[in-house]
């Protein structure tokens, strides 16, 4: 069971309530674009909790502080990143959240696989280490390719444009996600290796 404890609520709500202010700010000044951002900054923080509750339903462990982290991730890339105008202040925020996320979608694929699959010897490890890195790339790439999705379709829903340099920001996002992405995999992979076992732990 993946409970969420008393500071993940306050953490979630902390966010809630700062994106929530901003959005009735929006409102009372009119500003509707803004209203609309503010909103879906505060959807998108429920979606590790709707992930948190199908991992229950399908008896699935997550990695401990999945959801703190994944709120101030979140957090980094709405509030920040396009509220605060992050994305156009420092040119390397977009590139770095990109390159988190990568590496972060690995590690949270790899304790998935490792928390669910058994192993029931050391040559059968060796196989599931490259098994293990070599899907937990392919769901780091895929999520984020989902990510430049709802960019693209967010920027056609509201007037915000979430894609800033079209093709070329869209490309170079999945490169660093994919980079990121596939630099751990290889790092867990070795690292298992080394260690004569598959660390769960990750």
Sequence with gaps: MNRVSKITIVILLVFELVIMSIGLKAFWENRWKDLGLAALSMAAL????????????????????????????????????EIKKFYQTFWWWDLFLHGAFGALAVLFAIYVFNS?????????????????????????????????????????????KMVK??????????????????????????LGKSSGRVKENL
């Design 46 to 81: 429920f979606v590790p909790y709707l992930i948190n509750s199908l991992g229950n339903r399908m008896k699935l462990k997550l990695p401990p502080g999945f959801l703190p982290i994944s709120f101030i991730f979140i957090f980094l890339t709405q509030y920040f990143g």
């Design 116 to 160: 669910s699959l058994k192993k029931r010897d050391q040559q059968l490890q060796k196989r599931f280490a490259i098994f293990i890195g070599i899907i937990s790339f392919c769901f780091s790439v895929t999520c984020s390719s989902i990510w430049e999705i709802f960019e693209f379709v967010s920027d056609m829903i509201l007037p915000e």
């Design 165 to 190: 340099g079209g093709l070329e920001d869209t490309m170079t996002d999945l490169i660093m996600g994919a980079m990121a992405a596939l630099i751990t995999a290889i790092a867990y992979y070795f």
